[in-house]
């Protein structure tokens, strides 16, 4: 399978950064805890970067592209100062090889892409979505998707029958 025309998404997909800072799931992409949304607990601990922990689908995907030899291609938006964290996450959590890519916030990722490439994420406010796999989280519920994973086998499933 050419894994080439994905990219992944890294908090919400990889990594569980709502939890690491809320301590628990998002309910809403703005949620709060204690009176802090996911990116003021952050920047109060930048420790949070680090320790998040994975997601459900990282543990699968990471073994897909280990075993295929290809390159995990991640398409994220970040903060500047939190950029490093987020590398280093990655070194620590990837055992495949990866390559990451930012954009200059979460609606322009779509510039980065081609024609032909999907973007496995979680964000519930693409314009378009053509060429979206949204994880299904709490806070993207509400949005009709053509498609919708729902778990790391059929995030793969769905991978493979694009793939052709």
């Known amino acids: 399978m050419n894994l080439d025309k994905y990219r992944f998404d890294l908090d919400g ?19 709060t805890e204690n009176g802090m949304d996911i990116v003021q607990h952050v ?11 994975e997601s459900e689908y990282l543990r699968p995907i990471d073994n897909l592209y280990r075993e295929s030899g290809q390159t995990l291609r991640i398409l994220t938006s970040q903060r500047e100062h939190w950029k490093l964290y987020k590398e280093r996450w990655l070194a ?3 055992t495949c090889d990866w390559e990451v890519e930012y954009s200059q916030g979460i609606q322009n990722k779509l510039r980065h892409m081609g024609a032909d490439e999907y973007l496995i994420d979680d964000y519930p406010y693409f314009k378009n979505w053509n060429q979206i ?4 989280r ?27």
Request: hydrophobic share 40%; charged share 30%; aromatic share 4%.
């Open 92 to 94: 620590d959590n990837l």
């Open 13 to 31: 997909v990889l990594k569980r950064l709502d939890i690491g800072a809320l301590g628990r799931e998002a309910r809403t992409w703005d949620d």
């Open 133 to 136: 796999l949204l994880v299904d």
């Open 43 to 53: 920047n109060a601990n930048l420790d949070i970067l680090l320790y998040a922990p």
């Open 138 to 164: 709490p806070y993207n519920r509400h949005v009709e998707v053509s498609v919708r994973i729902c778990s790391p086998d059929r995030l793969i499933s769905t991978m493979k029958r694009l793939s052709c």
